[in-house]
């Protein structure tokens, strides 16, 4: 007994500013506590609780923790405003920081009169305001429950029918009021005073509510509500359009007044606030409305809920609470005469505001059937020894006690009680009797009485507080607080396990009579500090089963109000106060000690000792638990003498050599064993894991019978059902384990807690058998440390099972699955799964690392990584210097003799105006160069590189400059693109880029504008703009900016593409003449917008097939010029868009549209292609007139100039992959020059294209399929030399056969693109120089036109680098290069630069670390972003708007796979094999690859091997394994990898012929290991910690050595090397282990246990290696060793027999030794038994009932034995047993 005084309070009182000395007890004090147990250690099996303590005083709350026997720890302080009501700890579902949606979030919620606090763990808080002061909380599933306070006159004004109770499931939510489901079949809400809320009882989670008017307590089952849509039935009332508004404008006025106060006194490290919550505050004024008419029904309003409730909820909900003060805010929402209503705000939208619903309904499911004048002060549920749970509660002097099962209660019984409390680990209560008497109970069962004179408390008990850990906190009379110790659970886990074996294998009677007697040892006084150790434990035992005379021999030494049994004061008495050395057995044959038969147990003693005999068992398994299990060895060894059972004697002697000095008299006749109730599970023969095992790995027999099967109680054997399983599992003998035994399924001390039974799925998971094991282990949750402390026989076997999958895993298993095997690197790996990591060679090289003078930053992507992949040569800084645009450009103009000095400066600046076109052009290919690229600052404003249009001339670099008043527009698009590029290089899922960094970006001056929109632009492309606020985006677009608006729109529909978000949807409709309203106002929208606005929409719902947009975008494709100047100009470029946003819409879908059939789609796209009327497809398609254009007249015929292209690229993507030929043989050429005439030539550039997008199986990386593609008379004339026929038109037929050969080839691109095909390599490469031949060839130049040989060229650039995308091939970098030298003629403009630029940028996308997808929705990126048509000069929109080239970054994926060595976490070169999956055009085949390097698509890869001698393999099995390929792209491609010892990686030492295994390591004197100065060259070798500590204790050599502590260090130098070297470090201990046992036996000091595991270790190993399976981890040499070293230890060198003969002949006799033998020679014997599994004494002298001792009759004696000894085993006893028969006169052997 101690006094107690929450340490909170303690803190309060002597260290917080606000507190004060409470010396009067009497004074009246605000304070409260309440503690909470807390398991937080997951690591340990202990698993150690903690109190998790809350004390407030006043205004302050103190929450402290402290663990069992530790110093109180304070943790934070709260001080608040007001006084604290209640303080809870609640858990709630809302969306975390990850974005994963109800998610658990376990809050602290201080609750005061108007205010709620909920402060997270992670240090962020958020207070809310509450509508209505607060009476009371509690804490409820997923939430909150409130109850609101009310005076009495507003009871009685408002008629006592006022909703009392609400929830709330979200800090930020507003409280919702609760909801009574009645037996009735009438609902409404909890109103007050006619309900009471008693308390919250949990598990299940009820409420007790008292009825006032029926004086019955009844208790409610919460339930959650669906809360339907009711806003059509509140749109008509001016109640629903205010909140309450007026007290929580007062509330926050006062808060807001000493806000700093309250974040400078927080008790976190950091406030985050909250966004305004709609419960908070409304920012509208809202005008009354008609009152809705009578049509609003009851099912409009909510399920269960009546209108009266919705009127009562608005009548009464703010009585009482009108502020006399006014505000504008006020002001504009109060309505006069009028109450507020408890409805919800919405700031932002339009709609009516909804009212509040109710979330939970409580239904009634029991009522008590007597009335009571008292409300009940507590109640709870608690559960018996056997799982029975009951309900009880408290009323007045009496506690009433129901048995609970299903929803359903039966009254047991009523017990006077003052108070009550409850151990929540155990479910035993203490009831206050009175003043004086605590009574213990369980379920219905009495434990004990207890006086509080057994504490001296002064005074007496009024009340009983709290029950934690063990000790009660009560009251007395003085108002005084003590903490008792009542109660103390075993902390010996061996002493837990037997008592929960016994409960689950006893009768109930007679298990919890055991379990009573067991736990009344804690309520006496004298011994409560006595730790109950095994010995007392099997004490306690002894004298619950002896008879009770000898009892009455102790004089028992105790006070005379004690209250506890003779037992254990007699088990206390003689273990603590009279200590003795003698055993328990020695006891037992001092006292003569016999079981009592009239015990009610004396019939179970066969389950008694089963039970503990299967602990016993599970405990040897443990080994640091093994050795002591002498003490309840002593006990079995006493039961199974009761019993007769003499091969379970032998057991225990063997296991204990001791026992063999005890010959036990006979206990019980023939008839009273006969009495004994013998389990069906229980065997004759004692189960022997370690023998079970060896028989199990042996050759399967043709029966199995009973006595050699396993048993197990599952949940308290763990290991033994773990380990027997896994041998069972790899073995395949499942027949070998029996059924587990389970009584109950209700364990004693949670004793299963930490280990979950295994889940079916993951025990069939795992391809091999050893898989099949490990995923065993995982189930189990069976953790490293819990291997490594098994003993070393048993946890050598499942090291070597699980060797394979440690050798070959795969790289999708769990965490746990890898720390089982040692994998750190996989471990690692596994991290990678939950978080997106970024390392640090994922940012270029900072510019003190840069050597290259002339690199412009902007431009460098060298690291770690790229140093590996690009390394040998000089390419990136090549594709850097290309790509440059931040420096001057060099003019070198020859100056003519007679031009004068104007015009030479008029030539320099035309010069720099065409050099200046290919910088402009740059930053495109920049963008894609520097993809996502590095991590910017925060705190910093992103730089964007200088796009510089000057130049300088050679020899004096002066500077020259374009007159930009001569070029209006001339930079616009140009510093869009630079700005997009700037962004771009922003790496994907950063959290820290957040709308208040985009904002902090936004330029101060106009100039700067055009390059923010591109990086608006690109921050949408990378996801990032999502997160900027609706207020910012508001801002932007008002500013009226039209780059601004372009970059916006088309930013936040590609973050958002696919979601069909509606408030997107509004913005961009807003800038869509078609979907505005036909009465909307005119506005001044740029025909830019409209076309980004388009395109927005089609990613915005993309693949969704919405009618709505279908149609619109069908319609946009062929609209008109018109009205007045409205889309006049660029009319192409918005067609396009149209034509790709309904490719978007409808991607892939082909002629299965459900919900557009009706359409007739492809018809109308036809036509558009093709030509028609006007009038009859706007008919058709119900498309409204629009007045026409009074500029353009383009008559009744569509004109498909304009509309051609989006159709056709519409019809591509609709039937992308479809295969379908009748769609695509619209797109043939024709085959006549008569029907070649009547079309584009660069229109079969695009329908050869998207026809082959349609056919995409068709497409062949070939010359000859491209060949095939031009009709055969393009194909004979078309750029012919000979010009033999007048009649044929030669320029046509050579621009047809170009285009299609165009066409053709972008097709090959676009369906190996990022595939690096070797023969789409070729055959492109083949055609670019063919083009550029042409290019270079006057005659064709003039025939084909130098316009259609740059697009060509452009095109056919551009599908090359499509298929070698990210490779940064040097071949095609070579040819670019030259194309990128080329200036001069005006048709190499800047579009042609733009192609170019684009082109080396997808080379080298990325830095090499992406490349391109051919995803259905990639495709549709690249066909809007690498469109045919590129511009003429910057500021050129006409066939296609410039900012759609960015969208390729939406079909990148970063492919790469980087290997990085665990220990360094750099990047390496490791090669690896990728398996590819069989499909229709090719066969299963293996890419032998060496990483960096980029891979097929993932959706091709059947799994990806790591090879090579130098590393760890790991197996990454991406066949229908999704989320693993999600792993890898969101990590880009990390895979850690493990070097093997010795070894250097392939960077350090490419031949290999530096590793570290071809040095010499002798063990000479001198060696690696024992001189100090070498020791440290352990490194080369290893990393591991713990192998280095190894080493730097145990193998380091000093001068004053001795011989044999430098033979025994150059022994462990020897272990460390072979298990270093060999991978197997994980056996260093066991081969230590093996020493120590060896130098015992050499000592004497060993035990036969360690030669049961040697046994099992060599028995093991012998069936492994005659199985011819390979890779042990003890050598056969070492094996051979050991046997070698044990048989000269047991057998005479000189007879061949066993060294101690005439021991072992008297065990054959006897069983048992005599008493004077010294303990050597039992050890002795004992070993040998063990080691070499001798029979049991008892059969051996069996054999005499056959006549002699005849070897043929023995064999066949000891054949018939179950035991089946191996021969080496016959030839150990056979000379001993001849000797015996010689010595008998018996015959001889044969």
Not at 867 to 872: A, P, R, S, V, Y
Request: glycine share 6%.
């Amino acid at each position: 007994m101690e006094d107690f005084t929450p340490s909170g309070k303690i803190y309060f009182r002597d260290r917080h500013p606000y507190g004060k000395n409470d010396e009067d007890p009497y004074q009246d004090r605000k304070d409260f506590w309440k503690v909470t147990t807390h398991y937080a250690n997951e690591q340990n099996e202990a698993n150690s609780p903690t109190e998790k303590e809350i004390y407030v005083h006043d205004k302050t709350a103190v929450l402290s923790f402290s663990g069992t026997g530790s110093a109180i720890k304070t943790v934070k302080t709260f001080s608040m405003e007001t006084s604290i009501i209640d303080v809870l700890w609640c858990t709630f579902s809302e969306d975390n920081k990850e974005g994963h949606s109800n998610a658990k979030n376990r809050k602290l919620c201080i609750v005061e009169q108007n205010f709620i606090s909920f402060y997270s763990e992670d240090g962020s808080f958020f207070t809310s305001s509450t509508p209505f002061p607060v009476r009371r909380a509690w804490s409820l599933f997923n939430g909150l429950l409130i109850q609101r306070r009310f005076t009495q006159s507003e009871y009685e004004k408002n008629g006592k029918q006022i909703p009392e109770l609400y929830t709330i499931s979200n800090p930020i939510d507003e409280p919702h009021p609760v909801y009574m489901n009645l037996e009735t079949c009438e609902s409404k809400y909890f109103y007050g005073p006619e309900y009471q809320v008693a308390t919250i009882v949990g598990e299940p989670e009820l409420v007790l509510i008292f009825d006032n008017s029926t004086n019955k307590h009844s208790l409610w089952q919460p339930q959650r509500l669906k809360t339907e849509n009711t806003s059509d039935s509140f749109n008509a009332d001016p109640l629903a359009s205010v909140n309450f508004t007026d007290q929580r404008l007062r509330n926050l006025t006062t808060k807001s007044q000493s806000l700093h106060q309250s974040v400078a006194l927080s008790p976190f490290r950091s406030y985050i606030p909250s966004p305004i919550s709609s419960s908070v505050i409304s920012h509208r004024t809202y005008t009354p409305a008609p009152v809705a008419g009578p049509n609003v029904t009851i099912q409009q309003i909510h399920p269960r809920q009546s209108t009266d409730d919705i009127n009562r909820l608005q009548q009464y909900l703010t009585v009482g609470y009108h502020t006399s003060a006014t505000s504008g805010i006020q002001s504009s929402i109060n309505h006069p005469g009028r109450d507020f209503s408890f409805v919800k705000t919405n700031i932002y939208g339009n709609e009516a505001l909804q009212p509040v619903l109710s979330e939970v309904c409580l239904v009634k499911i029991w009522e008590e059937n007597i009335s009571q004048n008292l409300i009940a002060k507590k109640a709870f549920f608690a559960t018996d020894f056997y799982g029975k749970k009951y309900f009880y509660y408290l009323i007045g002097d009496q506690l009433r006690v129901y048995l609970y099962h299903d929803m359903n209660f039966e009254f047991k019984l009523a017990l006077k009680s003052n108070d009550v409390a409850c151990m929540p680990e155990t479910g035993i209560l203490a009831i206050l009797d009175g003043t004086t008497n605590i009574y213990l109970y369980s379920g219905l069962l009495q434990l004990c009485r207890l006086s509080s004179d057994l504490w001296k408390i002064p005074g007496s008990i009024q009340s009983l507080h709290q029950w934690i850990f063990g000790t009660l906190i009560v009251l007395n009379d003085h108002n005084k607080m003590f903490r008792i110790s009542v109660l103390k659970l075993p902390s010996n886990l061996i002493v837990k396990s037997s008592l929960a074996a016994l409960h689950q294998m006893l009768p109930e009677e007679i298990g919890s009579t055991i379990i009573a007697e067991y736990l009344k040892v804690s309520v006496n006084r004298s011994y409560h500090n006595i730790e109950c150790s095994l010995e007392v434990f099997v004490k306690f035992l002894l004298w619950m089963i002896s008879e009770n005379k000898f009892l009455d021999e102790i004089k028992l030494q105790t006070d005379e109000n004690s209250n506890v049994t003779d037992v254990w004061s007699a088990v206390l008495r003689m273990s603590d106060h009279s200590p003795s050395e003698e055993d328990l057995i020695d006891l037992i044959v001092k006292k003569s000690i016999k079981p009592s038969k009239t015990w009610i147990g004396y019939q179970q003693l066969p389950s008694i000792l089963f039970a503990l005999h299967l602990i016993y068992e599970e405990f040897k398994l443990d080994s640091t638990a093994s050795r002591s299990l002498y003490p309840l060895a002593q006990f079995l060894f006493f039961c199974a003498n009761v019993l007769d059972a003499k091969s379970y004697l032998d057991h225990y002697r063997r296991d204990f050599p001791k026992l063999f000095m005890y010959n036990l008299p006979k206990m019980a006749s023939t008839e009273q064993l006969s009495l004994q109730i013998m389990p069906s599970y229980m065997t004759s023969k004692p189960i022997n894991v370690r023998k079970w095992i060896i028989h199990c790995f042996c050759k399967p027999k043709d029966n199995v019978q009973q006595d050699t099967k396993l048993c197990y109680i599952p949940g308290i054997c763990k290991r033994m059902e773990l380990v027997g399983k896994i041998c069972a599992e790899f073995t395949g003998k499942d027949e070998t384990i029996a059924e587990p035994i389970i009584r109950y399924k209700y364990y004693m001390f949670n004793i299963n807690e930490l280990d979950q039974f295994p889940n079916a799925s993951d025990i069939s998971s795992g391809s091999t058998i050893s898989e099949k094991c490990l995923m065993l282990l995982v189930s189990y949750g069976f953790r490293s440390w819990r291997l490594q402390s098994l003993t070393f026989g048993v946890q050598l076997i499942l090291y070597q099972i699980l060797n394979d999958c440690r050798r070959n895993p795969s790289g999708s298993w769990p965490k746990l699955a890898y720390e089982l095997i040692n994998r750190q690197d996989l471990i690692e790996q596994t991290k990678l799964r939950s978080s997106r990591h970024l390392f640090s060679d994922d940012q270029p090289k900072s510019n003190n690392e840069k050597v290259e003078e002339d690199l412009d930053e902007s431009t460098s992507v060298s690291n770690k990584v790229t140093d590996l992949i690009f390394g040998k040569d000089l390419r990136l800084k090549e594709v850097g210097r290309l790509l440059k645009s931040s420096k001057p450009v060099a003019v070198s103009v020859i100056r003519k003799p007679e031009s004068s000095d104007h015009e030479f400066i008029e030539q320099q600046e035309e010069w720099l105006y065409t050099i200046c076109q290919r910088t402009m052009a740059v930053p495109v290919g920049r963008g894609m160069l520097t993809l996502f690229k590095s991590c910017p600052v925060v705190a910093e404003v992103l730089s964007i590189p200088l796009l510089n249009l000057t130049g300088r001339i050679p020899p004096k670099n002066t500077i020259i400059k374009l007159e930009m008043d001569n070029y209006p527009g001339l930079t616009e698009w140009p510093l869009f693109h630079n700005g997009v590029a700037a962004g771009l290089s922003i790496m994907p899922g950063l959290s820290q880029i957040d709308s208040t960094w985009i904002v902090y970006n936004k330029p101060q001056n106009e100039q700067s504008t055009n390059e923010h929109a591109g990086f608006l632009m690109a921050l949408g492309l990378s996801g990032h703009l999502s997160n900027l606020e609706a207020t910012s985006i508001h801002d932007y677009l008002s500013m009226g900016h039209s780059m601004i608006s372009v970059g916006l729109l088309l930013g936040i529909a590609a973050a958002k593409r696919g979601s069909m978000d509606l408030a997107v949807t509004k913005m961009l409709s807003v800038h869509i003449r078609a979907l505005l309203p036909p009465t909307a106002a005119e506005l001044n929208i740029s025909h830019d917008i409209q076309v980004a606005a388009l395109l927005g929409i089609g990613l915005l719902y993309e693949k969704s097939l919405h009618r709505s947009m279908v149609k619109m975008l069908l319609i946009e494709i062929g609209r008109g010029p018109g009205p007045e100047m409205e889309n006049n100009s660029n009319r192409e470029s918005y067609s396009v868009a149209a034509g790709i946003a309904l490719g978007m819409i409808t991607l892939g879908s082909g002629n299965h549209s459900p919900g557009l059939s009706d359409l007739n789609l492809s018809d109308y796209l036809y036509n558009y292609i093709v030509g028609g009327n006007k009038n009859t497809t706007k008919r058709n398609i119900d498309e409204k007139s629009s007045p026409p254009s009074y500029l353009i007249k383009e008559g009744e015929s569509i004109n498909v100039n304009v509309t051609a292209p989006g159709a056709i690229l519409s019809l591509g993507l609709m039937y992308l992959k479809t295969n379908n030929r009748s769609v695509a043989d619209w797109f043939v050429a024709p085959n006549t020059q008569s029907l070649l005439e009547a079309c584009r030539p660069d229109f079969l550039l695009l329908k050869t294209w998207c026809r082959y997008l349609i056919m995409w199986d068709s497409i062949l990386p070939t010359k000859t399929w491209i060949e095939n593609q031009i009709p055969q008379i393009a194909q004979e004339y078309g750029l012919s030399s000979m010009k033999a026929a007048a009649t044929v038109d030669y320029e046509l037929l050579s621009q047809v056969k170009l285009y299609i050969i165009a066409g053709a080839c972008m097709a090959i691109g676009f369906r190996f693109a990022g595939s690096a095909n070797a023969e789409g390599f070729s055959t492109l490469m083949h055609y670019l120089k063919f083009v550029i031949n042409l290019q270079q060839n006057g005659r064709m130049h003039e025939e084909v036109g130098r316009c259609t040989i740059e697009m060509c060229l452009s095109n056919i650039a551009l599908a090359l680098s499509m298929i070698m995308s990210g490779t940064g091939n040097l071949m095609v970098l070579r040819v670019l290069r030259k194309l990128h030298s080329q200036l001069g003629p005006t048709e190499i403009n800047y579009g042609r630069h733009m192609a170019i630029h684009m082109s080396i940028g997808l080379l080298f996308l990325g830095g090499g670390r992406y490349t391109l997808s051919t995803t259905n929705e990639s495709i549709a990126y690249l066909v809007a972003s690498l469109y045919p048509y590129f511009p003429v000069n910057s500021n050129d929109n006409k066939y296609h708007l410039q900012a759609f080239r960015h969208l390729y970054t939406l079909a990148s994926q970063p492919r790469i796979i980087i290997t990085r060595d665990i220990d360094s976490g750099d990047p390496v070169y490791v090669p690896i094999a990728v398996t590819l999956k069989g499909t229709d055009s090719y066969k299963r085949n293996v890419l032998n690859l060496t990483t960096p390097c980029l891979l097929p698509e993932l959706h091709l890869i059947e799994q990806i091997n790591i090879e090579g001698p130098r590393y760890w393999p790991v197996r990454l099995e991406l066949d229908n394994d999704i989320r693993l390929q999600k792993t890898i792209l969101d990590s880009c491609g990390t895979v850690y990898v493990k070097r093997r010892a010795g070894f250097l990686n392939y960077k350090a030492d490419p031949k290999g012929l530096r590793n570290a295994l071809a040095r010499d390591f002798s063990m000479e004197k001198g060696s690696l290991f024992c001189q100090p100065s070498k020791i440290s060259k352990i490194n080369s070798l290893t990393s591991n910690n713990r192998q280095l500590a190894f080493a730097e204790l145990l193998c380091n050599s000093t001068k004053n050595d001795t011989d044999q502590e430098y033979n025994l260090k150059a022994l462990f130098s020897s272990v460390l090397f072979e298990c270093v070297k060999e991978e197997k470090t994980e056996i260093t201990t066991i081969c230590t282990t093996i020493y120590h046992i060896l130098h015992e036996v050499n000592v004497g000091t060993y035990d036969s246990l360690s030669f049961a595991e040697l046994n099992l270790m060599i028995s093991f190993y012998d069936i492994w290696l005659k199985q011819s399976l390979k890779d042990t981890l003890i050598s056969s040499e070492f094996l051979e060793y050991i046997k070698t070293f044990i048989f000269r230890y047991m057998v005479d060198d000189n007879t061949g027999t066993f060294k101690e003969v005439d021991a072992f002949l008297e065990y054959v006799n006897n069983g048992a030794i005599r008493s004077n033998t010294s303990i050597v020679t039992l050890k002795h014997l004992a070993s040998f038994l063990q080691f070499y599994e001798i029979p049991t004494g008892y059969y051996l002298s069996s054999i005499n009932n056959y006549g002699g001792y005849n070897c043929n009759l023995l064999s066949l004696a000891l054949m018939k034995i179950d035991e089946n000894p191996c021969a080496e085993t016959l030839l150990r006893i056979l000379p001993v047993v001849k000797m015996n028969g010689s010595n008998g006169d018996i015959m001889d052997c044969d």
